[in-house]
């Protein structure tokens, strides 16, 4: 899978199929991200002082997967077919970092919005002018999602255990749920 084959360079026009991708890939993240901080909550609870924190950017990524979920609907894109494996996977991963610490569910969100930053940025370049409902959702929940990362950092995500490893580790895990929900 090569960047190349998956999207236009920028200055062509999406080849068939490829909103439906960027659409799919991306309601598939906005509902993992759900997910994930629902598993923060679990573990943390309401009392912790950064319980709040995490319920604002799930109430954000709430709204990002409805209206994902209503552009697919009205579309008529077919959305991923791995969404019971996103939606066990992020409410594990989001229980299993908060387990590990408060820091560490921060760590959780800064890797994840870093990729997704990335993410986005790469779809607004390769969709370009051609789709304007599309590119200003993204660009919308794209500022949203590096807010989200520079509020995980300034909690302390880097000074989480084992940092490095835990952030390059839930990228990569990131950067595949992305490859596979383009295509599944």
């Not at 794209?142 to 950092?153: F, G, N, T, Y």
């Not at 490095?164 to 749920?177: E, F, K, Q, V």
Request: with cysteine; charged share 25%.
């Amino acid at each position: 899978m090569s960047g190349s084959n998956d999207f236009p360079r920028p200055g062509q026009r999406l080849p068939d199929g490829a909103r439906d991708s960027m659409l799919r890939v991306d309601q598939a993240g906005e509902y993992g991200a759900t997910r994930i901080y629902a598993g923060q909550l679990a573990v943390m609870g309401d009392r912790h002082p950064y319980a709040r924190i995490i319920a604002g950017m799930a109430a954000q990524e709430e709204r990002h997967r409805a209206t994902f979920d209503a552009m697919i609907a009205r579309r008529g894109v077919r959305p991923t077919a791995l969404s019971p494996v996103w939606n066990v996977a992020g409410f594990a991963l989001g229980a299993v970092t908060a387990a590990i610490g408060p820091k560490a569910a921060m760590a959780c969100t800064a890797a994840i919005e870093t990729e997704i930053d990335r993410h986005y940025a790469e779809q607004l370049e390769q969709i370009g002018t051609d789709d304007a409902e599309l590119s200003e959702a993204i660009a919308d929940f794209q500022a949203e999602e590096v807010e989200h990362r520079d509020a995980a950092l300034a909690h302390g995500a880097e000074q989480a255990p084992a940092y490095p490893l835990l952030s390059g580790a839930i990228r990569l895990g990131c950067r595949a749920a992305i490859a596979l929900s383009k295509r599944i």
